[in-house]
């Protein structure tokens, strides 16, 4: 849609940098690691709060850290657009925020309190400014994003529940392309063991199973397996895959162990069913330990469903037309090389999600870093995007 030059301006001029700092400082100083997320949660509640906003906090099954829930309704009826973030970070140790130069460095500094903070920032602008006429944005937060230690679940509750939008936006750190399909993963791991003790290798039972042949002959067949998934390919998104991150056995070097685990990952496609991805995988365990005489325990964990974002979708337009303004053309077209919430939207409600968020980077490192003048930019673009998605 057409919007005037005026509320552009509007727009523009109302996004406060320092706020904007301060806020994502503020989030960054409290430490959250996945599933204790809910002392930063609180503190983006009392930002909310002090600019006044009616905040909700479901506990969406986390009641250690309920999620935020905020909106701003326009004078008239319209779509409601979201702005999702999540405020958990990986485990790692916590290091404070700091400025360096041009860059916010800090723990959630570019996955992904800084660009929450922008989105944050872009709900206060639509405030502020008063030029969004119809719909209405929700802001939400929350914990349990980053696997192993959460799979999204507390924003499986929200969107189940009925708590989102029509479209969202997701400030996670991906800035130079959109990304219109991703795959799905699940982590696995798989032990083999045989009966009795571990014991010296000189005492080997010479009629029991060796558990490391087995993982070997694991390790064989999950090769071949990956050669008839690079049969199973998206233009955009590659291949299905699986991955072995991992494999221990025994203790010294001269035992004989009772068992061997290996641990990885599995990627599909948009279209597989998660349930035959997990059940194809099963099969091919339980062979190798029939035929390797072991008995196998597989863990299959699913983490996201897959994602996929038709070009032709009204929210990508109002977002190319907006960042095509800012940047002189629109984004080239690509996969999204990891999952993220977009995968929950669109697997649970096939809701349109789009992830962009500042320019950043050393994501699940302790050397994160985002770009500050950039947090700026994606302020505006969220605002500019929600006015055009809303028609005005």
């Not at 800035?175 to 032990?191: C, H, N």
């Not at 063991?193 to 199973?209: I, L, T, Y």
């Not at 029939?290 to 109002?318: E, G, K, N």
């Amino acid at each position: 849609m057409t919007v005037s030059s005026e509320s552009l301006a509007s727009l523009e001029t109302a996004v406060r940098p320092q706020r904007l700092l301060d806020n994502a400082q503020r989030l960054m100083r409290v430490p959250s690691p996945t599933g204790r997320a809910g002392p930063a949660l609180d503190a983006l509640a009392e930002i909310l709060r002090a600019e006044g906003f009616v905040v909700q906090r479901p506990e969406a099954g986390h009641p250690d850290a309920p999620a935020v829930v905020a909106s701003w309704q326009a004078p008239a009826p319209g779509p409601t657009l979201q702005f999702n973030g999540h405020l958990d970070t990986v485990h790692l140790p916590f290091v404070p925020p700091a400025i360096d130069g041009d860059r916010l460095t800090g723990s959630g500094a570019a996955d992904m309190k800084a660009g929450t903070a922008a989105a944050l920032e872009a709900l206060l602008v639509l405030r502020d400014t008063q030029v969004l006429r119809r719909g209405r944005i929700l802001f939400t937060a929350h914990d349990l994003h980053e696997a192993p230690w959460g799979r999204g679940e507390q924003l499986d509750q929200l969107i189940r529940a009925g708590l989102h939008g029509e479209a969202v936006l997701l400030p996670e750190p991906l800035s130079d392309y959109l990304p219109v399909v991703g795959r799905g993963a699940a982590t696995w791991k798989v032990t083999l063991s045989r009966p009795g003790p571990a014991v010296h290798e000189v005492m080997r039972p010479r009629d029991e199973p060796d558990v490391i042949a087995a993982g070997a002959e694991l390790i064989a067949r999950l090769a071949d397996f990956q050669e008839q998934l690079y049969q199973r390919c998206d233009p955009h998104a590659g291949h299905e895959s699986v991955f072995i991150g991992q494999i221990h056995s025994g203790e010294i070097y001269n035992q004989y162990p009772r068992e061997c685990w290996l641990e990885g990952t599995r990627r599909w496609l948009p279209g597989a069913d998660r349930d035959c991805v997990r059940a194809e995988f099963v099969a091919l365990v339980e062979e190798v330990a029939q035929d390797t005489r072991t008995q196998a325990q597989c863990l299959f964990s699913i983490i996201r469903d897959p994602f996929r974002l038709a070009p032709s979708d009204p929210l990508v337009t109002a977002f190319q037309t907006a960042y095509a303004r800012q940047r002189g053309e629109p984004l080239p077209l690509a996969a999204k090389p990891f999952v993220d919430d977009g995968n929950s939207f669109y697997g649970l409600g096939r809701i349109p999600a789009i992830t962009h968020g500042p320019r950043a980077g050393g994501q699940h490192t302790v050397a994160e870093w985002v770009d500050i003048a950039d947090l700026s930019r994606v302020a505006t673009l969220y605002a500019e995007t929600a006015l055009r998605y809303m028609g005005g």
